[in-house]
């Protein structure tokens, strides 16, 4: 059953008309290796009505515009360049710029979406504003670098900073008069938070998020500790600044929370650090913490 968070929504009762088209945009950089992967995906999708594919390369220094058209002739692919401005939210709002669709899906080029991802997500998108929908971590990842995160939610969306749900930016649809409404995304954070802000935006607009978990991307992790550090690294320095931004309409501070983590860093290498996983995982919380901290002091708020 889908979940959809508490707020109300000018659309109560209403049930959107399918699409005309859907614009499915993939904001990559550096993804040559793995972009075919995801193209091949969505080739085999079984959705039955329109869709374009909008592939916004942010930067890249390898082959991923030239991987992203080589599919041009299977499938219906606008390839942008944008080296403009790197950032999620940029790479996003450009490729928002070339669409031609009335619904938005959005993915990475470095994951793989499953068979059925558009359909469902078309099909939540019907009853709702923002659809996200679920990350499966088991196909890309070998155990090890499984055991360094904590999986993401299987039955609902995931709620960021104990404040509200979001949906992952790489696995979401929302309709493109919503992001007309609510406005676009917000390029203040370009590598991590955006997802959490845009989310929070929509709801604060009293429209409808829901959990699709149909909607299944498999969804591939940092695979070495450098690079899992560097990402933990950018999540944890956008919290002080989301917190800067959502304080005045409920964020709260969760200061026991912060600590007890302090507390976790603090002694887990006593015991953790003797495997693969308790190092990897020791790592991307002191990772973590660390940017928490820099983002305090870029953002002038805190939020420990």
Known sequence: MSQTSEVSS??????RPPPTLVSVIIPCRNVARCLGDQMRALKLQDYQGNFEIVVVDNGSIDETANVARSWE???RVV?????????HGAALNSGCKHAHGDLIAICDGDDVVSRGWLSALVRGARHADLVGGAQEVGLLNNPVVQSWRRSPPKDQLPIGCSYL??????????WSDVINAVGNFNENYPFAGGDLDFSWRVQLRSYRIQFVPDAILHYRYRETPRALARQLYQYGRAEPQLFRDFRAVGMPRKLL?????????????????????GRGRLVGYAAFQVGRLSGCWRFRTFYP
């Not at 000018?10 to 049930?15: I, K, N």
């Not at 390839?79 to 950032?87: L, R």
């Not at 749900?165 to 929302?174: I, K, M, R, T």
């Open 73 to 75: 002739s299977e499938l």
């Open 165 to 174: 749900p979001y949906a992952f930016s790489s696995n979401c649809g929302v």
């Open 257 to 277: 929370r912060h600590l007890a983590i302090w507390v976790y860093v603090a002694l887990y290498p006593l015991v953790g650090v003797w495997s693969a996983r």
């Open 79 to 87: 390839v942008v360049d944008f080296p403009e401005k790197q950032g």
């Open 10 to 15: 000018p659309l109560v009762g209403a049930l």
